[in-house]
């Protein structure tokens, strides 16, 4: 019986060190000490996110019910999916900074061209401006149909994408030879530290822009 038992409590033992190990390496354990740590500092960190392409779905509901929507980005392609349908419906107000394609060749984005040219052997001089334009475009077009869309262009370092609503804020920071999505993302909210920094590099960013008109 002796025997038995021990089997049995060495087995169960097993199993719990087996899920407790499982519940340490899942992503969602590894989550909970960053987000206590924002919590002592005040900065306002949710998530932690190795790529960016892996915040898509949870952007997407935080955009659905967003009442504003501030983007700063070195593309635009996201503006374009569905994932911003319901912005454009919805949202009172939407501001949209892209890179100025109109600073010639020692532009910033010419600078993130050349970066990403060293990893994406597809990204010939000038794709990177000529998304930026379509992107753009498709902007403006939303504007023409009367939404309360504001556009405005910056020459600045291409060094990250910022995603803000009046709730929270997503902030990529773009590895020089990397495309954006596969860069690291930080998901934080209002308020915090890291979300009012997020909306002060998209203000000042902003206030020295120039207009697409």
Known sequence: MGEFMLGVVSSLLATALTVLGGWACSLHARRWPAVLLSRITGLGVLRALPRQQLAGKEMAA?????RWVRVLAGRGNEL????????WE???????????TMSGHDS???QRASDIRRV???????LLA?????NAAYVSEIRRHGQPVSLRYYNLPNL???????????????RQTEHGRNSPCIVAHRPGVL??????LFTTTWEHSRPAD
């Not at 374009?80 to 912005?87: C, G, I």
């Not at 609503?165 to 997503?170: E, L």
């Open 62 to 66: 935080d955009l659905a019910r967003a």
């Open 80 to 87: 374009t999916r569905d994932s911003f349908a319901p912005v």
């Open 90 to 100: 919805a949202a009172e107000s939407v501001q949209v900074l892209l890179p100025d």
């Open 108 to 110: 910033w984005l010419a």
């Open 120 to 126: 994406d052997p597809g990204f010939s001089p000038g």
């Open 130 to 134: 000529d998304q930026v334009r379509v």
């Open 160 to 174: 990250h994408r910022l995603v803000i609503t009046d709730d929270v804020a997503y902030l990529t920071l773009y």
């Open 195 to 200: 979300y009012d920094h997020a909306l002060f």
